[in-house]
């Protein structure tokens, strides 16, 4: 059974401190990990899939990177905007379907 | 391009009370999903489609059913409402040609049974 487990559960940062979030997961064969944004009252927000280990990527203050057991979203020099809750699933080989971890909730006080 | 587009936003249902989800896609994808999420948790996976006339369950099915008549829509049903139906549901689409595919989400269903 894919697992995913996301820590830690909530994240207080101050503007510009910087600090990584991390999913670690078990999956038969991974095809793809996701990693959304979700703000209050509104759907997930795609943000990046990563599908090798040692790939990276990168939108804005935020970067994305993989290992074969665990990935990281590094936020830099964050920004109150960046207030929300971060997913991060799973997609195996074997499917189509998704494996959510239930999400670090960020926020950013100026 | 709308995406994902689901009515209602908001819904309170007595127990018992069935009603019905609706998520329409204008993406031309051929997956469709439904997920719930309940305070503090992750999306479980409720039912998914990989085609018009094609569905499948997910990890919690119980009290839902699905169809899909077209490539567009695909309504939730839920019959005989229960308290521990209250949650937010997303219904989400993607192309599915192959390969990982990005998966795209509606604002969400807020439904609470009472």
């Known amino acids: 059974e894919d697992q995913v487990t996301q820590s830690p559960e909530a994240l207080r940062l101050q503007e510009g401190e910087s600090s990584s979030l991390n999913c670690s997961y078990t999956?038969?064969?991974?095809?793809?990990l996701f990693w959304y944004r979700q703000d209050p009252g509104k759907g997930p927000e795609f943000l990046f899939t990563?599908?090798?280990a040692g790939e990276e990527k990168e939108k804005e203050r935020l970067k994305a990177t993989l290992t074969k057991k665990e990935s990281f979203l590094h936020i830099t020099a964050p920004k109150p905007e960046d207030s929300a809750t971060y997913l991060c699933?799973?997609?195996?080989?074997?499917?189509?379907?998704?494996?959510f971890g239930e999400g670090t909730q960020l926020t950013v006080n100026p | 391009n709308a995406g994902v587009t689901q009515t209602p936003k908001f819904r309170i249902l007595k127990i018992g009370q069935s009603m019905t989800l609706q998520c329409t896609q204008d993406m031309n994808h051929n997956y469709m999903y439904w997920y719930r999420q309940d305070p503090g948790m992750g999306l479980k996976l409720i039912y998914y489609?990989?085609?018009?006339?094609?569905?499948d369950k997910g990890e919690v099915p119980n009290g839902y059913n699905v169809s899909r008549s077209t490539t567009e829509d695909f309504p939730l049903r839920l019959e005989l409402a229960a308290p521990s139906q209250t949650s937010v549901y997303f219904c989400?689409?993607?192309?599915?040609?192959?390969?990982?595919?990005?998966?795209?989400f509606g604002p969400g269903t807020r439904l609470l049974v009472l």
């Open positions: 999956v038969s064969g991974l095809r793809g």
């Open positions: 989400a689409s993607s192309y599915g040609a192959g390969g990982s595919e990005t998966q795209y």
């Open positions: 699933a799973v997609q195996a080989t074997s499917g189509s379907r998704l494996t």
């Open positions: 489609s990989v085609g018009a006339g094609i569905t």
């Open positions: 990563l599908y090798s």
